[in-house]
């Protein structure tokens, strides 16, 4: 720099612009290039420009002045033009950035508009000043009502503590986004909506300067339903991870491009016998053997299943898998396609099925045993099939099955295929011990023997270098019991490696070892049976006794030649020939109580008969019988022993005399005995009878013996005679006395039954006697009851039938000796039901006896009365002829027929069908006259009830030929052989009414004929197969009326008629119920009961016909007015018809009787609305009268014959 003293400053000129000044510097006369250098350097360049001009060194002032001057010209017009191009492009710049900020404030409105998320924005002290429609969607604010509010309005908790205002929380926010740009990745915060409702937000936050002020522009998002997927995605993803971690199978998830597992369950580790890290390294073909079991290679198989998963399918599949250490595993494999974006994954389900095939293995191989045992093969075959089990069951064993010999010391036999002959010989012939194997000692032992080495166990000691030898190192023995614990054998299973059996093979012995035992106790109880049927076959022949199998028929089955030879045949055959039993013993009647008391008892024992040899003479046989019975229970005959005592007999009754006194000695053995001298004084009584007699024998001892026992009867009260008296006064043998009461010294009362006889010496002088008596006290008095009991009905007190058919087989043996005349009333009260279900048991019951003092009033007093069962009673006639017994039954049904029952405010009557059979000399036997009166008594129900009917032999064919028809009618039905014909019922009043049909069945026979109802119906009433033809007919019914809607065709009014035995059929009543679901088929069928059926199952008749009433069917109550009681139902069954019997139709014209009936039937059906039909319409006549009375229609063949179905009017 220059020298501060060569320079100054003044003031400029005027001209110069305000607070300008010019510095003047003192010129140096010799400037130096020092001083130049301080120079700008365009003021250097112009004093350069200078000194040139003036070529001097020293610089001419004024012209550096001008030279200065004119640079700043220069300079100022630049700057002019520089400022007014400035200008220019500052207007230019202005009107750009309005049009920009115009169209800029358009697009960003049209994207605020339609963003998604809340866009505000907020003044540094928290006022919100913008708010786009998003946010009022979302928040439920208008725009208008939040702009100018604070932002806690809508964000709550904006700041995080309570000392940080709202300014710092939107620094904060903004901060934390790093820049001004809006930051996406916002944070989560709770936001409240108008109505009060918080949710989760995510917010953004920037800070942006707008008019020169700072402005914070929030972005927020409801993620609700974000927070709801997320959730529900972790809970998915969790659920499936439990579920594969806890499935009961392996699973593990493959990913095809890389060939390996990347992911596996705890299972699968175990599985395959690998941890997670050294699973995920390997795929389903570093698992799995080159080959799979049918030879197909287990690469390219796995390629084409894992193809088919990718293609959606879900291939199942067997697969063998190798573990960890190699060992093979059968699997099932199920393979699904798992979704992924960009990888291939497939997840794999595997199940262990090793035990499960080898148990199908041991199955199929224990029913090939199983086979063989039942088809008899021979032992060493099945033995040879159990080692080939094993074998099968346990890869890499050999095994053997020996079978014990008879004494136990060794073996009998063995079997072991895949073992040297050698060692098989040697094991089979070493005795019984514990160092001759495994399997002999476990024989020995009683227990499974388990030899991890037998190169080392002492089991081996005798035969290891042969076991050795042939490749074995382990050895398991079980022996083979049987059920009682006996042993039979024992299996044995070898392995060329030392070891122990895993529990798998454990099992395969414990099966092998029960079949085997099957095996041979088999074989053993065949063989123990052949020899036992060869034993009982000698025994047979050669028994002294008759042995015997017979059939219920009395046929022979089977006799031994001792039976054959003590009823004096030649052959057996000759036994068989006869048509029964019956006709080797001598009286017939023995035959059938044989019959009863084995087939009550079961068996007999001892049981003394008379039989007839051959050639007439009469044996005394002992008989020892017992049924036989098939596997159902059912009695299939009799089998039993018969020995000849006929010999023994004749010897017991000449040595009697003999053994007198021994009889006497068994005789006295009881509870009290007294014997006395033969003065009849006491000289001994034991301490029994000094305590029934209340005497002691030092007190007794020398007293007469009526002193100490003191006896009178106890019916007549009179003194008695004691039995001991009386067999020292006759010399001989008192018999036990029945109705001896004992009184004692106390004077109390003691029943006793008394046997006495004398004490004679050898020259049968009497010295003495002894008595034996005992209290039967409690025994006499239960007699007296049971014997009543026994013998009578206890609710009538007269005879029950079993004491009725002791009476009738004495009265039948009178008969048959000539001796009187006999019958049988069999009398079955009609109507009994109805009282019974009506008033209830206790009516009945008083009705029972009722009508059991009516009997006893119309009977002899020679007669005898019986209740045989329910309502039926049993009369036998003494000394009555068929006139007789005829007159005695009209006497007894007149009585009871004219009886009215009064129970309550009820009154009812019954009837009497009464069976009369006469008992004569021909007569076979008691079943023959019960089986002829109840066929009598149901024939005279048959004809009409209420009535007499005698028994006729010839009518015995007739019944039979009704139980044939059981089996024709159910033959019949499934044959397709009943038909099905109609009978017009025809309108008295309005001949054009609709059609009116009834509908009844024919069977054809195997002839081809039709068979009349008058056999058909009776039949199946007779033996219940009635619900077979209703369901029937019911069935036809409904197919034709369902055929004829079909076609368009009027349906007609069709009855049907039910038995009773299909009113109290559940079973009929849910058939027709569930073939009336049509209400038109319904309106088209009529079913009629006959009063009969309805009154004796009031209940069932009401239900049936209320439940199909309900359906829209009709009823009508057939043959009305047979019953006294007829009109007292007509109020409680809904009827819609009355059918009146044909008794009273056909002699309507010339019995004024049935007329009345008749015209009574028709009013009473006007009053109740129920229309009238009369049945078996013959002449013209008839129906004249009916038409005159007001019946409503009318059947008969007067008027139609029935038609066959076919032929019913369209």
């Not at 009754?653 to 509870?671: C, H, N, P, Y």
Request: net charge negative; aromatic share 6%.
């Amino acid at each position: 720099m220059s020298n501060p003293q060569n320079v100054r400053t003044v003031a400029d000129s005027p001209e110069a612009a305000p607070g300008a000044t010019t510095t003047f510097v003192r010129a140096d006369p010799r400037p130096s290039a020092e001083g130049y250098a301080d120079l700008h350097p365009q003021l250097r360049a112009q004093l350069r420009e200078l000194q040139l001009r003036t070529g001097t060194a020293t610089p001419d002032v004024g012209l550096l002045l001008r030279l200065v001057n004119e640079h700043y010209q220069r300079i100022e017009t630049e700057r002019r033009g520089i400022a007014e191009s400035m200008r220019l492009m500052a207007d230019e710049a202005r009107a750009l950035e309005h049009t920009a900020r115009e169209q800029g404030s358009e697009h960003l409105q049209v994207i605020l508009d339609h963003i998604k998320d809340v866009v505000l924005s907020v003044e540094e002290d928290g006022t919100l000043r913008t708010f786009n429609p998003t946010g009022e969607r979302v928040f439920g604010y208008t725009e208008a009502e939040v702009v100018g509010q604070r932002i806690e309005l809508l964000i709550p908790e904006i700041t995080i503590a309570e000392s940080e205002t709202v300014p710092e929380a939107l620094q904060r926010l903004a901060a934390s986004t790093g820049d001004t740009a809006l930051d996406l990745a916002g944070r989560e915060l709770w936001a409240r909506r108008k109505d009060g409702e918080s949710f989760p937000a995510e917010i953004a936050v920037s800070k942006a300067p707008l008019a020169r002020r700072e402005m914070f522009v929030l972005c927020l998002r409801n993620v609700t339903e974000r927070r709801e997927s997320e959730q529900a995605m972790r809970e998915s993803a969790a659920r499936y991870r439990l579920l594969v971690d806890h499935a009961p199978e392996a699973i593990v998830v493959l990913d095809v491009d890389t060939g390996r597992f990347m992911d596996a369950n705890d299972k699968a580790q175990k599985l395959f016998g690998l941890d997670r890290a050294k699973l995920l390294e390997v795929g389903p073909v570093t698992l799995s053997p080159p080959y799979q079991p049918d030879g197909g290679a287990s690469e390219q198989r796995a390629r084409a299943y894992i193809q088919q998963a990718l293609e959606g399918e879900t291939p199942a599949f067997e697969w063998t898998h190798l573990d960890g250490p190699g060992r093979e595993i059968i699997c099932e494999v199920r393979l699904a396609r798992l979704p992924s974006g960009k990888r291939r994954l497939v997840r794999g389900s595997i199940a262990d099925i090793s035990e499960r095939k080898r148990a199908e293995r041991m199955a199929s191989a224990e029913h090939r045993v199983f086979e063989q045992v039942t088809r008899n093969a021979p032992l060493p075959e099945v033995l040879a099939s159990i080692t080939r089990l094993v074998e099968s069951a346990a890869p890499g064993t050999a095994a053997s099955v020996a079978m014990l010999a008879e004494d136990g010391h060794a073996f009998a036999c063995s079997v072991a295929p895949q073992l040297p002959e050698a060692l098989r010989t040697a094991l089979e012939r070493s005795s019984i011990g514990i160092r001759c194997g495994s399997c002999a000692a476990a024989v020995y032992l009683g227990r499974q023997v388990l030899v991890a080495d037998l190169g080392k166990d002492p089991f081996w000691l005798e035969h290891r270098e042969l076991a050795l030898g042939a490749g074995l190192r382990a050895a398991w023995s079980t022996p083979i019991q049987a059920a009682g614990g006996k042993l039979l054998g024992s299996l044995g299973v070898y392995r060329c490696e030392p070891g122990l059996p895993t529990a798998g093979e454990s099992q395969i012995m414990a099966r092998a070892a029960q079949l085997a035992r099957i095996a041979i106790e088999r074989r053993l109880a065949e063989e123990a049976l052949r020899g036992s049927e060869a034993k009982f076959r000698g025994l047979f022949e050669s028994i002294a006794e008759g042995v015997y199998q017979s059939r219920r028929d009395g046929r022979m089955m089977s006799v031994n030649p001792a039976f054959v030879d003590m009823l004096g045949y030649r052959t057996a055959e000759e036994l068989y020939a006869l048509p029964s039993v019956e006709a080797l013993y001598w009286d017939p009647a023995d035959r059938a109580e044989f019959v009863r008391r084995v087939e009550s008892e079961g068996e007999i024992r001892a049981a003394e008969f008379l039989m007839r040899r051959r050639d007439g003479q009469q044996l005394v046989i002992l008989e020892n019988a017992r049924l036989m019975r098939d596997g159902a229970g059912r009695i299939l005959g009799y089998e039993g022993s018969i020995t000849n005592i006929t010999e023994r007999k004749r010897a017991e009754q000449a040595i009697f005399a003999e053994k007198e006194r021994a009889q006497v000695t068994l005789q006295s053995i009881g509870d009290a005995v007294i014997s006395t001298d033969a003065e009849g004084r006491i000289e001994y009584i034991n301490p029994v009878a000094e305590r029934l007699t209340a005497w002691s024998l030092a007190e007794a001892r020398g007293q007469p013996i009526g002193t100490v026992l003191r006896l009178v009867n106890e019916l007549t009260r009179e003194p008695v005679e004691s039995s001991l008296t009386g067999a020292l006064g006759r010399g001989g043998v008192g018999g036990p006395t029945d109705h001896s009461v004992l009184i004692t010294r106390t004077g109390n009362e003691v029943a006793i039954q008394e046997s006495a006889a004398p004490i004679c010496d050898r020259a049968g002088r009497v010295m003495g006697a002894v008595m034996v008596f005992h209290d039967v006290t409690k025994e006499r008095r239960l007699k007296r009851a049971l014997a009543w009991q026994a013998g009578h009905d206890a609710l009538t007190g007269l005879i029950n039938r079993r004491e009725f058919d002791n009476r009738l087989h004495a009265a039948l043996l009178s008969a048959q000796r000539g001796e009187g005349s006999y019958a049988l009333l069999y009398i079955d009260l009609d109507q009994f039901k109805v009282v019974n279900d009506t008033c209830g048991h206790q009516a009945g019951d008083r009705l029972l006896r009722d009508v059991t003092g009516l009997l006893q009033s119309r009977v002899r007093a020679s007669d005898t009365i019986a209740r045989l069962g329910g309502d039926e009673f049993g009369v036998l006639l003494e000394g009555c002829t068929l006139e007789q017994a005829c007159r005695i039954a009209e006497a007894a049904r007149q009585a009871i027929r004219d009886f009215r029952f009064n129970w309550g405010s009820s009154t009812m009557s019954v009837g009497a069908s009464i069976g009369i059979v006469q008992i004569c000399a021909e007569t076979e036997n008691v079943a023959h006259v019960m089986s002829a009166a109840d066929i009598a008594c149901y024939a005279a129900k048959d004809a009409g009830r209420n009535r007499i009917h005698v028994y006729q032999a010839d009518g015995v064919s007739d019944r039979h030929r009704e139980m044939k028809w059981v089996a024709r009618v159910t033959r019949a039905a499934d044959d397709n052989r009943l038909e099905l014909f109609f009978q017009p019922i025809v309108s008295l009043g309005s001949p054009g009414s609709r059609g009116f049909h009834e509908l009844t069945v024919r069977l054809r026979d195997e002839g081809g004929e039709l068979v009349p109802p008058s056999e058909l119906i009776p039949a199946a009433e007779r033996y219940n197969v009635m619900s077979v033809l209703d369901r029937w007919v019911v069935g036809q019914a409904m197919t034709r009326l369902v055929e004829r809607q079909r076609r368009g065709h009027p349906l007609p009014l069709l009855a049907v008629k039910l038995s009773g035995t299909s009113v109290s059929e559940q079973s009929f009543v849910d058939f027709v119920l569930h073939g009336l679901a049509d209400p038109a088929i319904a309106a088209a069928l009529c079913f009629e009961i006959t009063e009969t059926a309805a009154v004796n199952s009031v209940s069932n008749a009401r239900y049936l016909m209320g439940e199909l009433r309900r359906r829209g069917c009709k009823f009508a109550l057939g043959d009305f007015g047979t019953g006294v009681s007829s009109f007292v139902y007509l109020k409680t069954l809904p009827v819609d018809f009355l059918k009146i019997d044909r008794q009273f139709i056909s002699h309507i014209a010339d019995d004024p009787v049935n007329r009345s009936m008749v015209e009574a039937i028709g009013k009473v059906g006007r009053a109740l609305g129920i229309a009238t039909i009369a049945e078996c319409v013959e002449t013209e006549t008839v129906l004249a009268e009916l038409k005159r009375i007001g019946v409503d229609f009318a059947q008969g063949i007067f008027l139609a014959h029935p038609l066959p179905i076919a032929q019913l009017p369209k």
